[in-house]
C-alpha cells in the first residue's frame, strides 16, 4: 500500500484517483483552490465511482483537498495534468516540494519530465526530487458523471522513465508497484518519442476539419482516418522512425505500439489498425477544433517531437506542414509558441552531450 496524493480533475485524474484506491492506496486527490466549483461534490462525497474494465466500485478517498500542505504530505505525487498546463502546473506546485518527493507524470505528454524538471530548477527546487513520466495515460476513460468516470481500456504496456534516467531504477520500482504494465525505457526522451497521440490526433484534425465543425457528424475522429489519412500520418511515423534511430533506441512502429497498448488489434498497415480498433471507434468526438486533439497534441507533443529532430539534424517536413496548417485552422503560430528545446531546458547541450544530460541531469 502507497500513500499517494493525485493532482488533476479531468478523465484520467479521476480514473487513476478512483483505481489507486480500490487497488488499495491510500489516495489524497489535490484540487487547486481555482477548480474547486468544477467539483463541488467530490468535496462533499469523497468518492468516485469506477465502471468499465479491470477495478470495479465506489472508490472512498482518503481525502480531497486544496490545501497543499496537506496534499504534498504525502512523497508519491501524481499529476495527471495536459501538457499546456504543465509549466504552470511546476510552478505552482515549486514552493511545496522538498527532498525526498518523487513525481509520476501521468503522463509526460512528449518532454512534460524536462519542461517541469527545467521548472524546479529555476526555483531551486530539483535537488532531491526526482521526475518520471509514462508515455500515455494507463487507461482510455471517460468521466460519466460528477463523481464517476468509466475506463474503456486499459493499457497493456506503459513506457517509463526517470530523469535523471540514473534514477530509473528506484523509480520504475514505485511505477511498477502501482502499474504492473510500466515497462522500463532508456529515459524521458525515449518515452516521449513513443507517444502516440501526436501521431494519431493532428493529422485527422487537420485533414478533416470540415467535418469536426459539421454538427451532423458523429464519431468523426477514427472514421475520418481513410486509406488517404493514413498514407499522411505515415509519413509522419517515417520522419518519428528516422530520430527514433539516431537516438538509438529502440523502433516500435506506431501499428505495433497500439497492438501492445490493446488500443487496436494486430493489423498489417496502420489504416487497418484504426479501422478495426473497437476502443477507437467507441470514443466520440471532438465536435470543435478547439479540442486537445488539436490544441495540445500539435503545439506541444508534435511541435517537440520537431525540436527534437532538428536539434538531430533529422528534416521533419510533413510534421512541419501539419504544425503549419493547424496553426492557420486556430490563427495561432504554434511553431513559435509551442513546446521547444528552450522550454525543454535542452538549450546549451550538443548533440553528444544529450544521452549524458538524461542520465545525469543537470550539473550545480
Given at each position: 500500500?502507497?500513500?499517494?496524493?493525485?493532482?488533476?480533475?479531468?478523465?484520467?485524474?479521476?480514473?487513476?484517483?478512483?483505481?489507486?484506491?480500490?487497488?488499495?492506496?491510500?489516495?489524497?486527490?489535490?484540487?487547486?483552490?481555482?477548480?474547486?466549483?468544477?467539483?463541488?461534490?467530490?468535496?462533499?462525497?469523497?468518492?468516485i465511482h469506477l465502471s468499465g474494465v479491470g477495478r470495479t466500485g465506489t472508490a472512498h478517498l482518503v481525502s480531497v483537498t486544496s490545501s497543499p500542505e496537506e496534499a504534498f504530505a504525502?512523497?508519491?505525487?501524481?499529476?495527471?495534468?495536459?501538457?499546456?498546463?504543465?509549466?504552470?502546473?511546476?510552478?505552482?506546485?515549486?514552493?511545496?516540494?522538498?527532498?525526498?518527493?518523487?513525481?509520476?507524470?501521468?503522463?509526460?505528454?512528449?518532454?512534460?519530465?524536462?519542461?517541469t524538471a527545467r521548472v524546479l530548477k529555476e526555483h531551486q527546487k530539483l535537488d532531491g526530487v526526482v521526475i518520471s513520466e509514462m508515455h500515455t495515460l494507463p487507461y482510455a476513460c471517460r468521466k460519466t458523471g460528477e463523481c464517476s468516470v468509466e475506463i474503456l481500456l486499459e493499457c497493456g504496456i506503459l513506457y517509463f522513465a526517470a530523469f535523471p534516467a540514473k534514477y530509473n531504477q528506484e523509480m520504475f520500482e514505485i511505477a511498477k508497484s502501482l502499474y504492473p504494465a510500466t515497462?522500463?525505457?532508456?529515459?524521458?526522451?525515449?518515452?516521449?518519442?513513443?507517444?502516440?497521440?501526436?501521431?494519431?490526433?493532428?493529422?485527422?484534425?487537420?485533414?478533416?476539419?470540415?467535418?469536426?465543425?459539421?454538427?451532423?457528424?458523429?464519431?468523426?475522429?477514427?472514421?475520418?482516418?481513410?486509406?488517404?489519412?493514413?498514407?499522411?500520418?505515415?509519413t509522419l511515423e517515417e520522419e518519428r522512425k528516422e530520430i527514433v534511430e539516431v537516438l538509438g533506441y529502440?523502433?516500435?512502429?506506431?501499428?505495433?505500439?497500439?497492438?501492445?497498448?490493446?488500443?487496436?488489434?494486430?493489423?498489417?498497415?496502420?489504416?487497418?489498425?484504426?479501422?478495426?480498433?473497437?476502443?477507437?471507434?467507441?470514443?466520440?468526438?471532438?465536435?470543435?477544433?478547439?479540442?486537445?486533439?488539436?490544441?495540445e497534441d500539435t503545439p506541444y507533443s508534435l511541435r517537440a517531437i520537431v525540436a527534437?529532430?532538428?536539434?538531430?539534424?533529422?528534416?521533419?517536413?510533413n510534421m512541419e506542414a501539419i504544425i503549419t496548417i493547424g496553426s492557420a485552422l486556430m490563427g495561432a503560430d504554434y511553431m513559435t509558441n509551442g513546446r521547444t528545446m528552450k522550454t525543454m531546458g535542452l538549450v546549451n547541450i550538443e548533440r553528444d552531450e544529450i544521452k549524458d544530460f538524461l542520465y545525469n541531469g543537470y550539473s550545480n
Open positions: 500500500m502507497a500513500k499517494i496524493t493525485i493532482i488533476g480533475i479531468g478523465h484520467g485524474g479521476f480514473a487513476v484517483a478512483a483505481d489507486m484506491t480500490l487497488a488499495g492506496h491510500e489516495v489524497t486527490f489535490y484540487v487547486a483552490e481555482r477548480y474547486k466549483n468544477r467539483v463541488e461534490r467530490l468535496f462533499e462525497e469523497k468518492t504525502n512523497d508519491i505525487i501524481i499529476p495527471v495534468v495536459p501538457a499546456y498546463a504543465q509549466e504552470r502546473f511546476a510552478n505552482e506546485i515549486a514552493a511545496y516540494l522538498r527532498p525526498g518527493h518523487k513525481l509520476l507524470l501521468v503522463p509526460g505528454s512528449t518532454g512534460g519530465a524536462l519542461v515497462e522500463l525505457v532508456s529515459d524521458v526522451l525515449e518515452t516521449a518519442i513513443n507517444n502516440g497521440n501526436p501521431i494519431s490526433h493532428p493529422v485527422p484534425m487537420v485533414l478533416n476539419a470540415g467535418r469536426v465543425e459539421d454538427e451532423s457528424v458523429q464519431n468523426y475522429h477514427y472514421r475520418g482516418i481513410t486509406p488517404s489519412v493514413a498514407r499522411v500520418i505515415e529502440d523502433y516500435i512502429s506506431s501499428t505495433k505500439r497500439l497492438e501492445l497498448t490493446h488500443y487496436a488489434p494486430k493489423r498489417d498497415t496502420l489504416y487497418e489498425a484504426y479501422r478495426d480498433s473497437k476502443v477507437f471507434h467507441a470514443l466520440m468526438g471532438p465536435n470543435s477544433l478547439e479540442n486537445r486533439y488539436l490544441t527534437i529532430g532538428k536539434f538531430l539534424g533529422v528534416k521533419t517536413p
